[in-house]
């Protein structure tokens, strides 16, 4: 994959970060080696620290810079301050998504063809290279290349790239780290005497492994320990990398009461009411044209019903599960604004990158974690501890607002991250980014950023790929930098594929709302995905057709048309009270 912006005009920008980026790129060092990675005393001076957010399974709308109801001002100051990538692109589910972050490499090099949790039901692709189900030596992973130029190295929340202590975050760059292995697990600590299945997802605390405190809440215990990591460099002539990897909003749906409180009867109107709002928000954002048409939602089905058809029981559980949801993603924002006011307080956020984006798309199931007696999942229940629900498919289309479909399918809504990048010292004017962007692009900028060079061949007595993203460093920094041509961006995730080339996306989806066919869409007019125009591209879909294999063929992606999803429950309908314990 080559980012090319032919209608990038060359030019030296003399003010702010434009200063800064250029006389780092100067000094750059190979990254070579842990002595040739390092650049002198002077340029780690000028080195920028690094904070990098990542929230799981947050929606493309779900931001109120995103055209959101849910009240995230912390967030929404920093993308009015920085770039808003308003066309982001990641993978279709967590891990494969975490493996390019990791190595700014296409996932299926870098070890997460497939989620590892899928392995054990394709056995066509175990064994298979880059199918390792972890972030694999193949490729260069980016802490390790910061912490070997002088970073100090810190993460906290969810890795997901690997359960064998040889691939936990300490063997791969990060100085300290207290980090959830699996993909998903209670936002509290547990219940004494009363454990749930979503209980057991492992923790550990660099070296060993770890239980949670009975007054852990993710987002707040999460913000707790990084913050303890950043005040301990102070003292130090080190920038820092920070990887907060936040466990929320991904199921299973928790949130202390009082943040619950704050929605209570806000969800009430339904799916269809919210959605729409949250599109009429984007309008007046700018974030789409007033004649955007919005995607369809799923046929309404006894598994996929209407607002109108649910019961008033049914209604009600639905508006709590949207309730708690929304309570998560206000208390992330609150964290993350404490992480904020720390920076600013310490006198290091004017000299620190932030990047914040989603792994993927919205979550459309109930919980794939099995209830068992101890489960509480009575309406009242929802979000407390012992509860284990998610929120369901509409909700999912909702969060999506204005794509279609929703996490680990190929349409706009499981591929689009809401995203932003703010520079250090904030010296270019704030703007919405509309230039495709994409996960593996992230690293290569935060190493062009800090002057590291990225590794080629050799790396630390191991033979890594190239890099497959591109430094948005000039496109960060230029205001007239605004151009999708030559931009090519693929993949594919449980069979589903894509390709994005300037106008067109080709992209193939899975049952079942999908036969796996290509279909085609002018995402320049038509990014809802509203009108396949396949039959009258011909010669088009020929094209894109035969480049997406030419990126299938560079990247060692094993097609498997028929190819499951995960043994994972998907959400369908909801479950009448009358069941629940």
């Known amino acids: 994959m080559k980012l090319v912006y032919p209608r990038l005009r060359a030019y030296a920008i003399t003010t702010g970060i434009s200063i800064v980026a250029m006389s780092l790129a100067a000094c750059a060092v190979p990254a070579g080696s842990p002595h040739s990675a390092k650049a002198d005393g002077a340029a780690v001076k000028r080195q920028p620290n690094v904070l990098l957010i990542v929230a799981d399974d947050l929606g493309y709308s779900d931001l109120g810079a995103f055209g959101s109801e849910i009240p995230t001002p912390n967030l929404d100051q920093l993308a009015r301050e920085g770039q808003l990538l308003t066309h982001h692109y990641v993978n279709p589910t967590c891990s494969p998504t975490r493996a390019s972050l990791m190595s700014g490499t296409d996932n299926h090099l870098a070890g997460l063809g497939t989620m590892a949790e899928n392995l054990r039901r394709s056995p066509g692709l175990r064994g298979r290279p880059g199918y390792e189900g972890y972030l694999n030596e193949q490729v260069s992973w980016l802490p390790e290349l910061l912490r070997d130029a002088g970073y100090s190295t810190a993460m906290v929340g969810k890795w997901h790239l690997g359960r064998d202590k040889a691939t936990w975050p300490i063997a791969r760059g990060f100085e300290q780290s207290f980090a959830a292995l699996a993909g998903g697990g209670s936002h509290f600590g547990s219940v004494p005497g009363k454990p749930i299945f979503a209980d057991r997802s492992p923790w550990v605390q660099d070296d060993q492994t770890v239980t949670l405190p009975q007054d852990f809440y993710s987002s707040t215990s999460l913000t707790d320990r990084l913050l303890d990591y950043l005040k301990g460099n102070e003292g130090s002539s080190k920038p820092f990398f920070a990887y907060a990897a936040y466990t929320a909003p991904h199921w299973p749906l928790h949130a202390p009461d009082e943040d619950i409180a704050r929605f209570k009867g806000r969800y009430d109107a339904g799916y269809e009411v919210i959605r729409q709002a949250r599109l009429e928000r984007q309008k007046a954002l700018g974030l789409i044209p007033r004649d955007f048409k919005a995607a369809e939602l799923l046929p309404a089905s006894a598994d996929y019903p209407s607002w109108q058809m649910l019961s008033a029981e049914e209604k009600a559980r639905e508006a709590r599960k949207m309730e708690v949801y929304a309570a998560m993603v206000h208390n992330l924002d609150r964290n993350i604004g404490r992480l904020v006011q720390y920076l600013k307080a310490s006198g290091q956020f004017d000299n620190t990158l932030i990047v914040f984006m989603s792994d993927n798309g919205a979550e459309p199931s109930d919980s794939f974690f099995p209830n068992n007696a101890n489960t509480d999942n009575r309406t009242e229940n929802i979000g407390r501890p012992l509860s284990n629900v998610g929120y369901g498919a509409r909700w999912a289309e909702v969060s999506a607002t204005p794509f279609r479909y929703f996490k680990g399918w190929t ?155 995960p043994d994972l429950r998907w959400g369908k309908r909801p479950i009448p009270e009358s069941q629940m314990k």
Do not use: C
Request: proline share 7%; no cysteine; glycine share 10%.
């Open 411 to 565: 349409g706009e809504g499981g591929i689009a991250s809401p995203a932003f990048v703010r520079l250090p010292g904030a010296a270019v004017p704030a703007r919405r980014l509309d230039v495709p962007t994409h996960v593996t692009d992230i690293a290569p900028t935060v190493l062009a950023l800090a002057g590291i060079r990225v590794p080629q061949g050799d790396y630390r007595g191991r033979q890594v790929v190239p890099m497959t993203g591109e430094s948005l460093l000039s496109v960060l920094t230029a205001p007239q930098a605004n151009s999708a041509a030559g931009r090519e961006i693929a993949g594919e995730l449980f069979g589903g594929r894509w390709l994005i080339d300037g106008r067109w996306k080709l992209v193939s989806v899975m049952q079942p709302f999908g036969d796996n066919q290509w279909q085609l869409f002018d995402i320049a007019s038509d990014r809802g995905e509203t009108r396949n125009v396949a039959a009258e591209q011909p010669d088009v879909v020929a094209r894109l057709t035969a480049q997406w294999q030419r990126y299938a063929d560079r990247n060692g992606v094993v097609f498997e048309p028929n190819a499951d999803m």
